[in-house]
């Protein structure tokens, strides 16, 4: 989702749509309390590749705990498992990255380009008061993040930003090294959407960065899945990934997910592996994770800035979000 870095990389992304064998998951809406996983057990590389064809052979199911849950029954800031803005940390080199101009501190990744600042009720802005402003609703157990065009009359208010959206964050709450990560969600469409769910180090630092899944809202059925490390010799960001095509995942739910392992990061659609690449250096810390609905880019590929095409408002909407622990014991038996 930093996507200033990526376009800098010197490890290309491969970005050629690959259509993997999924199906909508409407029916698996709750998490369960365990789960048995299906990875490859071939030699990663540090170049990423696609899972294209995988041998039956190096297939074992490895078992997992779950750790984090929310099902979205509720408000997801009744409860104190989210917050609504980054909350930067230590380790980061300037405190003041997610703002800038046109944005307010950790309301927004001003350098990507991004054309909304995210609000929450008791966000004030430049007034003196909170605003009330709610980009979230919850029903029939489905969080949707609702990106709106700004209001004219808070224009000034909310630092003269085209809109208005929502980000939630574990930063504080929940982190975990190792194990799997996942969302169930529809992936918005519409000229200048960004929607993402992505995993950041708790320490505050940039990179390493997950992107487990982000939309690249002008090419519906277009999903990317990256990760972005540091070379500690040289400090250059490097990144890789892929595109898949999925493409009902505007009007189906599905799952994207990321299996963290000591050697290797996995990626899986519904579950099942389409890429994975060897754990490059620098994942020492426990990451925490991050969803959110960005508004207009100026690098990232099927995502321009705003202009009278962009829909009034656009919701990202998520049945749930799940982490869960390699559970040692029973990988043991």
């Known amino acids: 989702m930093i996507d200033r870095w990526a376009k800098a990389a010197l490890v290309a992304i491969g970005l050629s749509a690959v259509s993997p064998p999924v199906a909508a998951q409407d029916e698996l809406h709750d998490a369960p309390r365990s789960l048995s996983l299906q990875v490859t057990t071939d030699p990663s590389m540090i170049a990423c590749r696609r899972l294209e064809s995988v041998n039956p052979a190096s297939l074992v199911f490895l078992p997992l705990r779950r750790t984090f849950n929310d099902d979205f029954d509720e408000h997801p800031l009744s409860h104190g498992r989210w917050v609504p803005h980054y ?20 309301r927004k990744t001003s350098a990507n380009g991004e054309q909304q600042i995210y609000v929450d009720p008791r966000y004030a802005g430049r007034a003196g008061a909170a605003l009330g402003l709610d980009p979230f609703t919850v029903k029939d157990g489905v969080l949707s993040i609702i990106a709106s065009r700004t209001p004219p009359e808070l224009k000034p208010v909310l630092f003269n930003n085209e809109y208005i959206s929502g980000i939630l964050t574990t930063q504080g709450t929940f982190a975990q090294k190792h194990g799997y990560f996942e969302i169930r969600a529809k992936v918005p469409v519409g000229h200048a959407v960004w929607p993402a769910f992505w995993m950041l180090a708790d320490d505050g630092g940039w990179p390493p960065e997950v992107d487990v899944l982000e939309g690249r809202g ?10 972005h490390w540091r070379i500690p010799s040289t400090q250059k960001i490097q990144s890789c990934g892929f595109d898949f095509a999925v493409g009902d995942a505007s009007n189906a739910f599905h799952n994207y997910g990321v299996l963290w392992e000591e050697d290797r990061l996995i990626y899986f659609i519904d579950r099942k592996p389409v890429s994975d690449i060897k754990v490059p250096i620098g994942f020492d810390d426990p990451m925490y994770m991050i969803v959110n609905l960005a508004i207009g880019s ?3 590929p099927g995502v321009s800035p705003v202009d009278a095409e962009s829909p009034p408002s656009v919701a990202f909407e998520i049945d749930r979000i799940s982490a869960y622990q390699i559970d040692i014991e029973r990988a043991r038996r």
């Not at 909350?87 to 046109?102: K, L, Q, S, T």
């Not at 002008?218 to 990760?227: C, K, N, Q, Y």
Request: aromatic share 18%; hydrophobic share 35%; charged share 25%.
């Open 87 to 106: 909350a930067g940390g230590a380790a980061w080199p300037e405190a003041r990255y997610w703002g800038g101009d046109g944005s307010d501190f950790k």
């Open 218 to 227: 002008e090419r519906p059925g277009d999903l990317v899945m990256t990760t």
């Open 298 to 300: 100026k690098f990232f």
